[in-house]
């Protein structure tokens, strides 16, 4: 099970998160109250070690832009939304190892998802990083060999539900695993690695 710890602003959430045991952390570079600065994402870099990703998350950015972002950080990968076409995805994807395209859990996009050819797939609520969980009953997987990583709302006491609901490659979560915006509770990040992990052995993944 892929675990994405996103929004994060300090390299000591960052360093929280990896000794949680997450694979990956989120740094959001979109307008939210979680977006960091690229000295601030640079910092958060600097304190990872090798095997954990970091991504950048945009909205509406140009591959160029993308592309900037990446070389001035050192992301690991991006995670994009409102992702213009499949065209500038494989742009992206040329330069950069891992690649996530965010969808609506529910919409039409998330069925043709295929078509982004991107590493996964974010599954998310229709407003991404509200916090909101959306109902996973309505969730039809992808056509076509699709990793999904699922998101919104998710958190320590509920991922388990998400998981068996969805049967995800990967889960991300944020605004849950917070004492306020941009700062995490390193208490619920471990509780959730922790669920996230457990719910995952009992599973077989689509």
């Given at each position: 099970m892929f675990v994405k710890v996103c929004g994060i602003t300090l390299p000591d959430d960052a360093k929280a998160a990896v000794d949680a045991?997450?694979?990956a952390i989120g740094l959001i570079f979109a307008p939210s109250p979680r977006n960091v600065s690229l000295d601030a994402a640079a910092a958060v870099v600097a304190a990872l070690p090798d095997?954990?990703?970091?991504?950048?998350v945009f909205r509406g950015a140009t591959p160029r832009d993308v592309l900037r972002t990446v070389q001035a950080v050192g992301l690991a990968g991006v995670q994009l939304h409102d992702a213009g076409s499949p065209d500038?995805?494989?742009?992206?994807?040329?330069?950069?190892?891992?690649?996530?395209v965010?969808?609506?859990g529910g919409s039409a996009d998330c069925a043709s998802a295929e078509r982004w050819r991107a590493d996964a797939?974010?599954?998310d609520a229709a407003v991404p990083g509200s916090g909101a969980a959306w109902e996973w009953s309505r969730f039809r997987r992808p056509d076509g060999p699709v990793r999904v990583v699922l998101a919104g709302g998710l958190g320590p006491d509920?991922?388990?539900a998400g998981i068996a609901a969805v049967r995800p490659w990967g889960v991300d979560a944020s605004s849950a695993l917070e004492d306020a915006p941009g700062r995490k509770d390193h208490g619920a990040v471990r509780r959730f690695v922790a669920?996230?992990?457990?719910?995952a052995g009992t599973l077989t993944p689509c």
């Open positions: 045991g997450a694979d095997a954990v990703r970091a991504i950048g500038d995805v494989a742009e992206i994807r040329r330069a950069v190892p891992f690649v996530l965010a969808v609506a797939v974010l599954v509920n991922v388990a669920a996230a992990r457990a719910a």
